[in-house]
T-cell receptor, first 112, second 114 residues
Framework: GEDVEQSLFLSVREGDSSVINCTYT??????LYWYKQEPGAGLQLLTY???NMDMKQDQRLTVLLNKKDKHLSLRIADTQTGDSAIYFC????????????WGLGTSLAVNP | EAGVAQSPRYKIIEKRQSVAFWCNPI?????LYWYQQILGQGPKLLIQ????????DSQLPKDRFSAERLKGVDSTLKIQPAKLEDSAVYLC????????????FGPGTRLTVT
């Protein structure tokens, strides 16, 4: 079946690293994504990783993919108050239309 | 490059009334998506267009929801009649055909049904 799970809340101190975790079920997923949603705003694509990679780094963001365990994580280095948002994990369901399957989102609170 | 535009940003209606949302995708993006995001949940795909054709509308409640993209550019989503459980943010997104995994979202329309 199609399912993406995330922890709902994470609280960190400013300057620390944040790690947001996600598990998915579709082993045939081609891409896995992290989107950011700030209050009252639409979704912003942060980064994505192809399923044949195990790591991708983009400035303060590091994505790790463990295909065996179907586990995806997003690490934000030197977390800032502006990183406070909801982070959604999504997988590309490799069915007919390649639609995205979304998690419920992890609410990240950054405390000064 | 202009992003995905949506209007209105907010709408409050009473149950059983009708409402319409408008979306203008990024120029050149042939694929357009409408999502419903209920508070505390991830987005749920309602309908996906490629140009002016429907690719996926399996989760669209067709008894009350309709959507069109007549000229393959902008799109409207209509709810008629609205129910209380339709209160949500309606997000429009677009992508290139060759990169459906890179979806760009508009700011959304927050609908409150009272």
């Amino acid at each position: 079946g199609e399912d993406v799970e995330q922890s709902l809340f994470l609280s960190v101190r400013e300057g620390d690293s944040s790690v947001i975790n996600c598990t998915y079920t579709d082993s045939s997923s081609t891409y896995l994504y992290w989107y950011k949603q700030e209050p009252g705003a639409g979704l912003q694509l942060l980064t994505y990783i192809f399923s044949n990679m195990d790591m991708k780094q983009d400035q303060r963001l590091t994505v790790l993919l463990n295909k065996k365990d179907k586990h995806l994580s997003l690490r934000i280095a030197d977390t800032q108050t502006g990183d406070s948002a909801i982070y959604f994990c999504a997988e590309n369901f490799a069915g007919n239309n390649r639609k995205l399957i979304w998690g419920l989102g992890t609410s990240l609170a950054v405390n000064p | 490059e202009a992003g995905v535009a949506q209007s209105p940003r907010y709408k409050i209606i009473e149950k059983r009334q009708s409402v319409a949302f408008w979306c203008n995708p990024i120029s050149g993006h042939a694929t357009l998506y409408w999502y419903q995001q209920i508070l505390g949940q991830g987005p749920k795909l309602l309908i996906q267009f490629q140009n002016n054709g429907v690719v996926d509308d399996s989760q669209l409640p067709k008894d009350r929801f309709s959507a069109e993209r007549l000229k393959g550019v902008d799109s409207t989503l209509k709810i008629q009649p609205a129910k209380l459980e339709d209160s949500a943010v309606y997000l429009c997104a677009s992508s290139l055909i060759r990169t459906p995994y890179e979806q760009y979202f508009g700011p959304g329309t927050r609908l409150t049904v009272t």
